[in-house]
């Protein structure tokens, strides 16, 4: 689904036509601006926070500090090491990885069936994966609790990578089938009159040509699982293994709220979701809207 | 292989039949066996599982202890004051802060996400605009929670709202702290993250719009308000529903903000069910009790996933 540049009115054509409609504009560019100020000084504050020394927080305005320049990297310091973020980031990523590639792997499996194998059953059973998208967490979290429990699963990081599992699979499955019909026929139909397997076909002809929509649904996943708070909490049991969702919140009660901590918490927080959202921001973009409006 | 027979997703085998067909069935169970072994095991069991367990209570290892058939859902919405409180006026409980959470975070995000949709079509800076407006949907809600509770912070020197609140002469606000405005706080913040999907839907909805249209009813002397409200909203209403629908999908599951801003508090004032169900069942020990709080929730959002499932079967139908 293309998104086209187009603009919605005639672009102003004499240079006197463009400083009218500048001014004219004005109120939009207040408002706009207004916005924008207000979307960014949240984040800017902490952002400006997090590099402050402790007392200075206490006393003075983070903007205030624009103009004194005393900043610091302690607070940082502190909370890679103290506050075990550093080991968190690790049991993040230990986490999310896992967590992205084996949904991806079984949604692009059965995708590629509900896209271009005949069986029996084959769209009832799709609309099922597709109903159980809404489920939530909720309704499986006891069982599910239980039986890792009894499967000694729980104490190492296999449950979590396996409830992940389960529910990023029904919207992959969703995404990745709506991109695979989307492939020319003809492509598929010439293999197997080669006499591909589907295994074949699978592997050769549709994931090569599917990096967009793989990558979307990964990356969308991948930003679902690092930012996760509540499966954590509950299939995470070993605090040594806490990923930084939960140790961040653990700064908090500790501490109180020690601005100089939780701030620069926060952002290590923040850096590998911003980090992917810069990098590959058009895919994440794409994913959100073939999930949503397709 | 000769034959007349056409596999394929629309197609209907004509002619003989060949023996590719069948071998095509166990491929199929190779491609989907394993998500469907997942998916039935991992979430259509235990859900299964959670619905018979609303029927029981449970001991501090949620193990069951007796069953209890509905005590737990009456007990639920007739003796829980902190789930729904209807003796007051107006009413308290989590399961209304979901519905101020319904009723605000859905239209003030929307509102907002269409306002900057159509606002910023009409500036040379619109990306740089619209990407400062989506940066927070990237970010976790702990996040969010965190930056929020920075500016929302009853110190001037600290919160930027109570900042710009004392610089015109007032007392500051204690935002998350005071019952009567946690959950509008919480809101707002909620908003501020999630407005970003609302706009970037529109926007792009909005310039799917045909040129050719507006110009002629421009031409026609429609002034941009009648153009708005008569030719693009109309057309905006599949994309408005199907941001609503994952609005309304988010209030629902609405957990972590709550949990890292306020613990639930102050009290009980900013609960929502998905707090309710997490704190009975992993606080209170009262599984059952927790699990019944669950199939709230997923009745509740069974009919939205039945709207989902009804639009996607007419645009099959269209598309």
């Known amino acids: ?294 | 292989m000769s034959s007349t027979a056409v596999p394929g997703p629309v197609g209907r085998p004509r002619g003989r039949r060949l023996p590719f067909y069948k071998r095509e069935n166990w491929q199929a169970l190779l491609f989907i066996g394993p998500a469907v072994l997942v998916l039935a095991g991992l979430v259509l069991y235990p859900l299964i599982n959670t619905i018979v367990l609303s029927f029981a209570n449970t001991n501090g290892r949620l193990e069951i202890t007796r069953w209890v058939g509905f005590d737990n859902y009456k007990t639920l919405f007739t003796d829980d004051k902190d789930f729904l409180n209807l003796e007051v006026f107006p009413p308290e409980g989590a399961l209304i802060n979901n519905l101020k959470w319904v009723v605000l975070y859905t239209s003030i995000s929307l509102a907002l996400g269409l306002l900057i949709a159509v606002l910023s079509v009409r500036v040379f800076y619109e990306s740089y605009i619209k990407a400062v407006i989506f940066i927070p949907m990237a970010i976790s809600a702990t996040a969010v929670a965190i930056i929020w509770k920075f500016v929302y912070d009853p110190d001037p020197n600290i919160g930027s709202l109570n900042a710009v609140i004392s610089a015109f002469g007032a007392d500051p606000i204690s935002w998350y702290g005071r019952a009567d405005v946690v959950n509008y706080a919480l809101i707002f913040a909620y908003v501020w993250a999630s407005t970003g999907f609302a706009m970037v839907v529109l926007s792009a909805a909005l310039k799917g719009i045909s040129q050719e249209v507006i110009e002629a009813a421009r031409t026609d002397g429609a002034s941009e308000w009648d153009i708005f409200r008569r030719i693009q909203l109309p057309l905006l209403s599949l994309p408005i529903s199907v941001v609503a629908v994952w609005l309304l999908i988010n209030v629902i599951k609405l957990f972590d903000i709550i949990y890292v801003m306020t613990g639930g508090g102050p009290g009980n004032a900013s609960e929502v069910i998905a707090f309710t169900m997490y704190d009975e069942t992993f606080q209170n020990g009262e599984a059952g009790y927790g699990a019944a709080v669950a199939v709230v929730m997923l009745l509740l959002i069974v009919p939205i996933m039945l709207f989902n499932i009804r639009r996607f079967r007419s645009e099959r139908v269209v598309g």
């Open chain 1, 1 to 294: 689904m293309a998104t086209a540049e187009v603009s919605v009115e005639r672009p102003a054509a004499t240079t006197g036509e463009k400083a009218v409609r500048m001014i004219s504009r004005t109120p939009i560019h207040v408002g706009l601006l207004l916005i924008a100020v207000i979307w960014l000084v949240p984040t800017v504050g902490l952002a400006v926070t997090s590099f402050r020394p402790r007392d200075e927080i206490q006393s003075s305005s983070w903007w205030s500090s624009l103009t004194d320049f005393n900043f610091t990297l302690h607070n940082y310091d502190l909370v890679l090491t103290n506050a075990k973020m550093g080991t968190a980031f690790v049991s993040s990523l230990m986490i999310t990885i896992p967590s992205t590639l084996l949904p991806l792997t079984l949604a692009a499996m059965a995708a590629y069936a509900f896209s271009w194998i005949r069986f029996p059953f084959r769209d009832t059973i799709f609309l099922l994966i597709v109903a159980l998208m809404v489920v939530p967490i909720q309704m499986a979290l006891v069982p599910l609790l239980q039986r890792f429990r009894d499967f000694g699963l729980a104490d190492w990081y296999w449950g979590i990578w396996l409830a992940h599992t389960a529910f990023g699979l029904p919207l992959g499955i969703f995404l990745l089938r709506n991109f695979f019909i989307t492939l020319p026929r003809d492509l598929i139909e010439a293999a197997k009159v080669d006499g591909a397997s589907h295994a074949r076909i699978f592997l050769k002809v549709v994931l090569p040509l599917s990096v967009p929509a793989l990558a979307s649904f990964a990356i969308f996943q991948f930003l679902w699982v690092w930012n996760d708070l509540l499966m954590a909490l509950i299939f995470v049991q070993n605090s040594d293994l806490w990923p930084m969702t939960i140790r961040i919140n653990q700064l908090q009660s500790t501490y109180g709220i020690e601005w100089h901590l939780l701030s620069a918490g926060a952002f290590l927080l923040m850096i590998v979701p911003l980090a992917v959202f810069f990098a590959l921001q058009r895919y994440f973009v794409q994913g959100l809207l073939s999930g949503s409006v397709k």
